[in-house]
């Protein structure tokens, strides 16, 4: 053979000379077949399906959904909106909790409602008997996410899954704050669990992807059929990176949960706040579904100032040094950000006596973050 064609082919039957504790990151969007026959009758006939990282983290997903099935997208938000549109149809209705992730809400409102999905939203603090009036004939689908982004609010995730499947309703909840390791939606009877991987399980802040995880057979072949259908794909190198962020979610989110606990309760005390929205805080609304679903917490909460001036929020803001401004979350890095300007989005009334302020917890020493805070505090005190 010409040395043109000899270089082209060279080293391509080469097999890993070792087993490593990592699966191979295969970069391909061709997959050659043994043979003719094979060519149709396998399953994988493209790169894009996925290959060894994609399975092993899709194995890795399994073990912490408790799942039979789950399935890989880009981000976070393309695992709801594609899990919605590969369930929902023409002619049905969706139950939106108002407490859902703001882009989720408006994926909604915004694309189902242009294919003929009828979108209702619910308030977060409805009871399951108060959210099971609003299903109609036409309900498939509840959506869920507990707690609440940005507010908190906690949702009867068993009652409700249990409700709508007497009403054969399904249910979809977004997890990605307990990060499928405190809390295990399948368990408690919901029909898709959704996490944004971007947040807890990467850890790093460096990666975008998310997981649809289910035991319902059904539903596990219309996930797989619309991930084709929509031509959905993660690459080798990020799944690789993924599982590398799953293998340590345990320790770093024990870590982040315990240093947030600290930071939340020293926020109690302080004088400029008016409540601390953390659900493990003993006297936190829906404190008791936290504490009789959940198995620890995550670095997520919100906290309510006293009524002051913009410009005092904003010196509070701009006085901190170790928190970072930035609206993802879920790295090693500490973030804070002011909520009432995505508040305004919202239709029912929330309550709040002051300014809504969300803290991510990252995994630095508690006592530095509480200084940070101390200086936070005394810029705004100046400001007002």
């Known amino acids: 053979m010409d040395e043109k064609t000899r270089l082209i082919h060279a080293g391509r039957d080469v097999q890993p000379r070792a087993r490593t504790v990592g699966p191979a990151i295969q970069r391909g969007s061709t997959v050659l077949l043994p043979n003719s026959r094979a060519l149709y009758e396998e399953d994988l006939g493209y790169g894009r399906a996925g290959l060894a990282a994609q399975e092993a983290l899709c194995l890795g997903l399994a073990e912490l959904e408790r799942a039979s099935d789950v399935f890989l997208y880009p981000s976070g938000l393309a695992a709801l909106s594609g899990a919605l549109t590969a369930v929902l149809k023409a002619g049905d209705a969706i139950l939106v909790t108002e407490g859902a992730y703001k882009p989720t809400r408006v994926f909604c409102q915004r694309v189902l409602t242009r294919f003929g999905v009828r979108v209702e939203i619910y308030d977060a603090r409805l009871s399951p008997d108060e959210l099971m009036a609003l299903v109609k004939d036409d309900t498939r689908m509840i959506l869920l996410e507990s707690p609440s982004s940005l507010t908190f ?5 068993p009652a ?5 499947r007497t009403r054969g309703v399904l249910t979809l909840m977004d997890n990605t704050w307990a990060a499928g390791l405190y809390f295990k939606p399948l368990a408690h009877g919901v029909d898709i669990s959704v996490q944004a991987l971007t947040k807890y399980v990467c850890g790093h802040s460096d990666i975008f992807m998310g997981s649809a995880a289910t035991n319902d057979r059904k539903l596990a072949a219309q996930l797989e059929a619309s991930i084709h259908d929509f031509g959905w794909a993660v690459t080798g190198d990020a799944a690789y990176d ?12 024990a870590r982040h949960d315990e240093t947030a606990r600290a930071v939340a309760g020293w926020l109690t005390a302080q004088p400029q706040v008016k409540q601390v929205l953390h659900p493990a805080l003993p006297g936190a609304p829906s ?15 919100g906290f309510v100032l006293n009524p002051c001036p913009l410009d005092a929020e904003h010196a509070f803001l701009d006085a901190l040094k170790i928190f970072g401004l930035g609206f993802s979350w879920g790295g090693f890095e500490s973030l804070a950000i002011r909520c009432d300007p995505q508040l305004k989005s919202r239709t029912f009334v929330t309550g709040l006596e002051g300014p809504l302020f969300r803290l991510h917890i990252g995994l630095e020493q508690a006592s530095d973050l509480i200084a940070d805070l101390v200086a936070g505090f005394a810029a705004l005190d100046a400001a007002s």
Request: charged share 20%; hydrophobic share 50%.
């Open 160 to 164: 409700i899954a249990a409700a709508a």
């Open 287 to 301: 404190h008791a579904i936290w504490d009789r679903d959940y198995s620890g917490a995550s670095g997520l909460f």
């Open 153 to 157: 609010e906690m949702q009867d995730v």
């Open 242 to 253: 993924m599982l590398r962020g799953l293998r340590t979610l345990p320790t770093r989110l």
